[in-house]
């Protein structure tokens, strides 16, 4: 190794280890009869951000995951989405929105969706809270992937995260994780 390189390693090393910058929260694998919703309650307020984790299908088309912080249920979300298909690339915003929203699936569902979704800031009562997220799907060949951001405008601590806006299947898992700060 490099002198200039130890020194970083020894320097850097201890404050960004990769090991250990995860800590699993909570799973949830949805069983036979689908749920409508996933859930997660009691999130410790121990980390400096949040990530999701997600493997799902759905049980139609014309589906799309809604994110929703501490039961809130009033317009104030934010949400922008960029997606494509392989031939035409979208987007939309909403200023006003009943929650955050992932990539519409718009293939039958038997088609596994991934998702990856991040919390940041997430306990930082001295402002609104900010989610970014990278999803996608792919259905031989002609699949979507989007990238979106969104805004809950509320200086409260997540303590609860609810994802629904339909059913996701058997066999669909979702991980929650704490990511440790520097």
């Known amino acids: 190794m490099s002198p200039i390189l130890g020194i970083w390693a020894s320097q850097n090393y201890s404050r960004y280890s990769i090991t250990g910058a995860y800590d699993s929260i909570a799973t949830v694998s949805v069983g036979s009869g689908g749920s409508s919703s996933i859930d997660f309650t009691s999130i410790p307020s121990t980390y400096t951000h949040l990530q999701i984790r997600a493997i799902y299908r759905t049980s139609g088309a014309g589906f799309n995951p809604f994110y929703r912080f501490n039961s809130d249920t009033n317009t104030n979300y934010s949400r922008h989405l960029m997606y494509a298909d392989g031939s035409a690339v979208y987007s939309e915003g909403f200023a006003n929105s ?3 929203a992932g990539t519409v699936v718009t293939s039958a569902s038997s088609t596994f969706n991934a998702t990856v979704v991040d919390i940041l800031d997430y306990k930082d009562t001295n ?4 989610l970014r ?3 996608g799907f792919d259905a031989n060949g002609s699949g979507y992937i989007s990238l979106g951001s969104g805004n809950w405008r509320s200086t409260s601590a997540i303590t609860s995260i609810t ?3 339909g059913t996701f299947a058997q ?3 979702f991980a929650l994780y704490g990511i440790k700060g520097a």
């Open 163 to 165: 994802i629904s806006n």
């Open 171 to 173: 066999y669909s898992h």
């Open 127 to 130: 402002k609104y809270k900010t």
């Open 133 to 135: 997220l990278l999803d």
């Open 98 to 100: 009943l929650a955050i």
